[in-house]
C-alpha cells in the first residue's frame, strides 16, 4: 500500500510542479522571486486538492492524463487567480529568464526531454516534491502495506511480504478492521494511525468473492525517507544519487511501473545534462516501464485504455532512438493485451 502511497502523492507532486516547470508565466512588476513564492504557493494549493481527494473518480496517479490535466487546470487558475499570466510556449527556451520589459518576470523551460533545460526542470519538481511530502507524510513509524495499489485499492503489483500475506494483483480491498474504504484517501489515515507490527484485518474481493486477510504493517518510515532522499538529490541535481535512492525504495517495497517510472525521469535528467544519446541501458529501462505498465493493467480492469497511449509513446521513442527490437517486443505484447493501434 505505501508503495502506492508514494506513488500517489509523487507522481501528483512531480506532475504538477512538472506542469509548473512547462508553463510561461508573466506578471508585470513581479520579480523572481515573486514567481518562485506564487508558483510554490499554487502547487501547494493544488496538491492540496489532490491529496485530500476532490475528484478522486477522475484521478489514477502515474499515468492517467485526466487527472494530470485536472491538476493543470487547477494549478493555472491558481496562478491566475494571483495575477500571473501564460503565454506563448518557446520549446528550445531553457532556463529562467526575463523577456519583454525589465518589470516582466517570465517563467520559460523547454516543453520536454529535447534540451538540457528539462534536468532543470526535473529538479525543480523535485524540490516542490521534497517540501510537499515532510508535511503529508509522518515523521516517525507507521504502519505500511508495501505493494503497488490503484486509487481505488486495486492491488496491481504485490510486495514480497504482501503477497507471503495472501494479497494477489487483482484484489481490490474494500474494508480494513470492518472500516468500510474506498480510495487511497480513505486508508491514509487508518495507516497513519497505526505502528509497525500492529495486525489489520483485510477485506478484500477476488473473483467477486469476499474474504479477509490479516496481516501485519510494515514500517512506512524508511519508505518515506528513501522517496525524500531521492527527491532532495534530485532537486540538487545529483541524478545517480536519485537513482540509488529510488532503487532502495524498491527494495523496501516493489519495483513498479511508477517506481521504474522515477528512475527513468532520474536517467534521463543525468544523460539529457550531459547531452549524450540514449544508451542501450536508457532504452531498456523505457522498455522495462512500457512492460511494466502492461503487466499491471491486467490487474484491473479499464487500466489498459489509460496507459496504452503513453506505451505506444515509448514504442515511438524506442524506433527512433534505433531499438526496434525493444519496440517490437512491446508492440507485441500489447496485442497479446488487446490494446493494439
Not at 105 to 122: E, L, N, W
Request: with cysteine; aromatic share 6%; net charge neutral.
Amino acid at each position: 500500500m505505501i508503495a502506492r502511497t508514494i506513488t500517489g502523492t509523487l507522481l501528483v507532486l512531480l506532475l504538477l510542479a512538472g506542469g509548473c516547470a512547462h508553463n510561461r508565466w508573466s506578471k508585470p512588476g513581479a520579480s523572481a522571486q515573486q514567481l518562485s513564492v506564487d508558483r510554490e504557493f499554487c502547487v501547494r494549493m493544488t496538491n492540496r486538492w489532490a491529496i485530500a481527494g476532490a475528484g478522486a473518480a477522475h484521478r489514477e496517479p502515474g499515468y492517467a492524463l485526466i487527472g494530470v490535466l485536472i491538476a493543470d487546470h487547477r494549478f493555472n487558475r491558481c496562478m491566475e487567480e494571483n495575477g500571473w499570466h501564460q503565454i506563448e510556449k518557446t520549446p528550445d527556451t531553457v532556463a529562467t529568464s526575463t523577456a519583454g520589459s525589465a518589470n516582466t518576470q517570465v517563467a520559460d523551460v523547454g516543453a520536454g526531454p529535447v534540451t538540457s533545460g528539462y534536468s532543470q526542470s526535473i529538479a525543480d519538481s523535485f524540490a516542490a516534491a521534497a517540501i510537499q511530502y515532510r508535511s503529508l507524510f509522518p515523521t516517525t513509524p507507521f504502519c505500511a502495506l508495501p505493494g503497488y495499489w490503484a486509487n481505488d485499492l486495486t492491488v496491481l503489483r504485490t510486495s514480497t511480504r504482501t503477497a507471503r500475506a495472501g494479497f494477489q494483483a487483482g484484489d481490490r480491498v474494500l474494508a480494513v478492521d470492518g472500516i468500510q474504504i474506498f480510495n487511497l484517501e480513505e486508508f491514509l489515515p487508518i495507516l497513519f494511525a497505526r505502528s509497525p507490527g500492529n495486525r489489520l484485518t483485510v477485506t478484500i474481493e477476488r473473483n467477486a468473492q469476499r474474504s479477509d486477510i490479516t496481516t501485519e504493517c510494515a514500517d512506512g518510515l524508511p519508505i518515506i525517507e528513501a522517496f525524500g532522499a531521492a527527491m532532495d538529490a534530485g532537486s540538487k541535481g545529483r541524478w545517480p544519487e536519485c537513482i540509488s535512492h529510488i532503487a532502495r525504495m524498491e527494495r523496501l517495497t516493489a519495483v513498479s511501473s511508477a517506481t521504474a517510472d522515477l528512475r527513468l525521469t532520474c536517467s534521463e535528467a543525468s544523460r539529457l545534462s550531459h547531452n549524450h544519446r540514449p544508451s542501450v541501458g536508457d532504452a531498456t529501462l523505457v522498455h522495462e516501464v512500457a512492460r511494466l505498465s502492461l503487466e499491471e493493467a491486467a490487474a484491473q480492469p479499464g487500466r489498459l485504455s489509460k496507459i496504452r497511449g503513453r506505451v505506444l509513446a515509448q514504442m515511438t521513442w524506442l524506433d527512433a532512438n534505433g531499438y526496434s527490437v525493444l519496440a517490437q517486443d512491446l508492440r507485441e505484447s500489447l496485442d497479446q493485451a488487446g490494446g493494439s493501434p
